[in-house]
Nanobody, 122 residues
Framework: QLQLVESGGGLVQPGGSLRLSCAASGFTLGYNAIGWFRQAPGKEREGVSCISRLIYYANSVRGRFTISRDVAKNTVYLQMNGLKPEDTAVYYC??????????????????WGQGTQVTVSS
């Protein structure tokens, strides 16, 4: 059974850092597209970053967030630096198991994790 499990969220002060992990089981990430998304209270879920053979970032996080993949651990990471209060949200990872096309839209992703809360506050 395919499963994605996020971890690494928490409470951090503005300017701080967190590293989120997305561990996959039941399939090999390989070069399938894996995306990170976030949803703040009262807002729609938005794309943050995506990795396949290419990497994409939303404008709001470019230069602060870094996505990476560890093939041996079948895990995708999101290193978040310079965190701001507006980064506060539940962060989700998602996988496209039949495509390596990287998109920051929620549509087209086949499997989602349960989410991990990130709170940026002093």
């Amino acid at each position: 059974q395919l499963q994605l499990v996020e971890s690494g969220g928490g409470l951090v002060q503005p300017g701080g850092s967190l590293r989120l992990s997305c561990a996959a089981s039941g399939f090999t990430l390989g070069y399938n597209a894996i995306g990170w998304f976030r949803q703040a209270p009262g807002k729609e879920r938005e794309g943050v970053s995506c990795i396949s053979r290419l990497i994409y970032y939303a404008n709001s996080v470019r230069g602060r967030f870094t996505i990476s993949r560890d093939v041996a651990k079948n895990t995708v990471y999101l290193q978040m630096n310079g965190l701001k209060p507006e980064d506060t949200a539940v962060y989700y990872c998602a996988a496209r198991v039949t495509s390596s096309l990287c998109v920051l839209s929620t549509s087209g992703y086949d499997y989602w994790g349960q989410g991990t809360q990130v709170t940026v506050s002093s």
